[in-house]
């Protein structure tokens, strides 16, 4: 069974950093994109960043300059370095791994908790 397995996440003052990782087993990683949502209490969910299997990278306007996104292929390995955060970066953040071609599977992990507070 495919398992996305996020950890890092944790509680954090405003202005610190947080690096979140995403171990993925049971597929072919290095063929997904993968992507980093998060959700707000009261809020839908949504996208943070993104990197395709060919390392392309997009993120929200809300994180541009202070997160980045990197994938490491051998680990099976997508990370989220968060820096200068901010109080309303405070959200579960999930780890989502898609693939772009048919048959276009995709999973989810369990999702972390980020708290920025001081």
């Known amino acids: 069974q495919v398992q996305l397995v996020e950890s890092g996440g944790g509680l954090v003052q405003p202005g610190g950093s947080l690096r979140l990782s995403c171990a993925a087993s049971?597929?072919?990683?290095?063929?997904?994109?993968m992507d980093w949502y998060r959700q707000a209490p009261g809020k839908q969910r949504e996208l943070v960043a993104a990197?395709?299997?060919?390392?392309?990278?997009n993120y929200a306007d809300s994180v541009k300059g202070r997160f980045t996104i990197s994938r490491d292929n051998a680990k099976n390995t997508v990370y989220l370095q968060m820096n200068s955060l901010k109080p309303e970066d405070t959200a579960v953040y999930y780890c989502?791994?898609?693939?772009?071609?048919?048959?276009?599977?995709?999973?989810w992990g369990q999702g972390t908790q980020v708290t920025v507070s001081s």
């Open positions: 990197i395709t299997y060919g390392g392309s990278i």
């Open positions: 989502h791994a898609r693939q772009t071609v048919y048959p276009k599977n995709d999973y």
């Open positions: 049971k597929i072919i990683f290095r063929i997904y994109a």
